[in-house]
């Protein structure tokens, strides 16, 4: 069988080895990799980073898209919401009721017991916070205690927003 020394041998044999890893990936390390906030040395152009959120990337004019929508086509969306909002005036369900709601004033409608999160996004409805919020509520309202996933076409959501301005009539 073995006896000591072999066996310490052994142990001397792969603690040294570790040790020379490390010294090489240190050494490496402080070879290859950048120091403190000196610049990369080949930094490559990619380009501003594009989100794909499904939508075209240049800039949109809202209030002139929203003057051609279509409130007919936006009625049967309205099965999205109507689960939690009512468009009668003063008929809060899970959701504050919604008659009158664009150009309405954010979180006013009184004994609902908002989150307090939707004031983030300005003081009245107008077409374009309705349509951001709409499209994803949680992440244009942190906090938001509306339990909805957000609608992702722009034309949806300008219709419905359209169709809602219609029944408040
Ligand atoms: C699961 C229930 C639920 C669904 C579905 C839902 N909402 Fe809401 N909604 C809420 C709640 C709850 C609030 C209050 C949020 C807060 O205070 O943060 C709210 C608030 C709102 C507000 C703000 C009203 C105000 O008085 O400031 C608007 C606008 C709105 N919802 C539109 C919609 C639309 C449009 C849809 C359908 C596309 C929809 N919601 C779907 C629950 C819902």
Not at 31 to 53: Q, S
Request: aromatic share 8%; with cysteine; glycine share 12%.
């Amino acid at each position: 069988m073995f006896d000591t020394m072999v066996i310490t041998k052994a142990v001397a044999g792969v603690c040294s080895a570790l040790l020379i890893f490390l010294l090489g990936m240190w050494v490496s390390e402080t070879i290859y990799l950048p120091h403190g906030e000196a610049p990369v040395a080949y930094a490559i152009d990619i380009g501003e980073a594009e989100v794909d959120d499904g939508e075209p990337a240049e800039e949109v004019d809202i209030a002139e898209l929203f003057a051609s929508a279509d409130p007919d086509a936006g009625e049967g969306l309205w099965r999205q919401c109507r689960a939690c909002h009512v468009m009668d005036e003063g008929v809060n369900g899970v959701g504050p009721y919604l008659h009158g709601v664009v150009g309405r004033e954010i979180s006013s409608v009184d004994g609902f017991n908002y989150s307090g999160a939707l004031t983030q996004l300005g003081d009245v409805w107008t077409v374009e916070a309705l349509n951001a919020f709409i499209e994803n509520p949680r992440g244009a309202a942190p906090g938001t205690t509306m339990g909805y996933n957000g609608m992702r076409g722009l034309q949806d959501r300008l219709n419905l927003i359209a169709w809602m301005e219609r029944e408040s009539q």
